[in-house]
């Protein structure tokens, strides 16, 4: 899978001093074919509007649609592709109010937004903090697929030793 | 894939009614090998701890280990596999609250329990209503990976056209 134009951060690690509220990153895009749709559903989440276009068309859907969770693993592709934290790896601590506010079809083009809603210090390990992103999917026409919260984990540059996040 | 062992619903369609606060649900198991994590990795989650031992090595996990949503997609194959609303289809209105305790190690046998907290009809569609559950997901050792709230949609038997749930 190649995702197509866009910002991209460099390689250099970033540490948490390093960000700000308000910091977005928007990824490249990616469109989703049908025959990736199915494989994934047989692999994951094998129900009817995933897996056939005449099964799916009974379902409340009418027609087939991509997985809820795929929609959610292509946005992360999309967001370690577009190096969301340089070269600082994407570890989640939580992930919270995923929402599914439209369904992903084939062919839809994907692309995601993440933006720096808080920043905190931990308050047992004094290496690290959390940063909280909102983050949302949507299609090329401009349609919100998926909106989510996360809360990643982020080295202090002041205190971290720099092994543990290479 | 196949997960081995465990109660399975039957096939039949549940509605809103026939779910009860505190039912619980478990599923079989599944064994995740090093290839499966290195295959979901390379095409959803391209990070050095999910790809490679070495690579891994001087990352903060300091060894190889599966995608947090590798973990979290490996629930869902197994609630589906489990019937977990026998015939009715799984629709996640809301993922909430989801959060990585351990991580998923080559080898780790999976396995998952869902247990319904909460019943809701819709306020908006008298045709439906939503239930909320607690999912957790542990290896074979008892030790919990991950654990989420899901709120799924589900039909109401008495104001549903069957045909929008098969």
Do not use: C
């Not at 969770?69 to 994407?90: N, S, Y």
Request: glycine share 6%.
């Amino acid at each position: 899978m190649e995702a197509k134009a866009a910002s991209e951060r460099s390689a250099d690690p970033l540490y948490l001093e390093d960000i700000q509220v308000g910091d977005l990153v928007e990824t490249k895009e990616f469109t989703v074919t049908r025959d990736m749709i199915i494989a994934f559903a047989e692999q994951y989440d094998p129900q009817p509007m995933h897996l056939d276009e005449k099964a799916a068309h009974d379902t409340i859907f009418g027609e087939l649609v991509g997985s809820g969770w795929q929609t959610l693993v292509l946005t992360m592709r999309l967001l370690v592709d577009a190096r969301l934290l340089g070269g600082t790896p994407l570890i989640g601590a939580e992930l919270k109010n995923i929402r599914f506010h439209a369904p992903m079809r084939p062919g839809n083009t994907l692309r995601a937004g993440a933006e720096v809603t808080a920043i905190r210090p931990s308050k047992s390990r004094p290496d690290r903090g959390f940063i909280d992103l909102k983050v949302t999917t949507r299609n090329a026409d401009g349609m919100t697929l998926a909106t989510q919260n996360w809360s990643l984990v982020m080295p202090l540059r002041s205190t971290s030793p720099e092994r543990n996040y290479k």
